[in-house]
């Protein structure tokens, strides 16, 4: 797996890689990630996978991001 991209968007940290014939999208913010699989064969290229990467999209990401950290609280 080799990273192919780094993104960073409104504090979260988009890091992409290649692994095989996936792309491997992870989201990071704080203490919290959220990772995803793609097939390469979904998309042309690496620019038009980031331009999925938009802000309906990413406001996804982040509602999930703060349900993540309600339950987080909830352990401790």
């Known amino acids: 797996m080799r990273i192919v991209s780094n993104l960073f968007k409104d504090d979260i940290k988009i890091s ?32 038009e996978l980031e331009k999925k990467i938009n802000n309906h999209f990413l406001e996804n990401i982040k509602k999930r991001f703060h349900k993540m950290s309600i339950d987080l609280k909830l352990l401790n």
Not at 31 to 45: A, G, I
């Open 16 to 47: 992409i890689f290649d692994y095989d014939l996936k792309y491997v999208i992870k989201f990071e913010f704080n203490r919290l990630e959220q990772t995803y699989k793609v097939d390469k064969f979904e998309y042309r290229n690496l620019p």
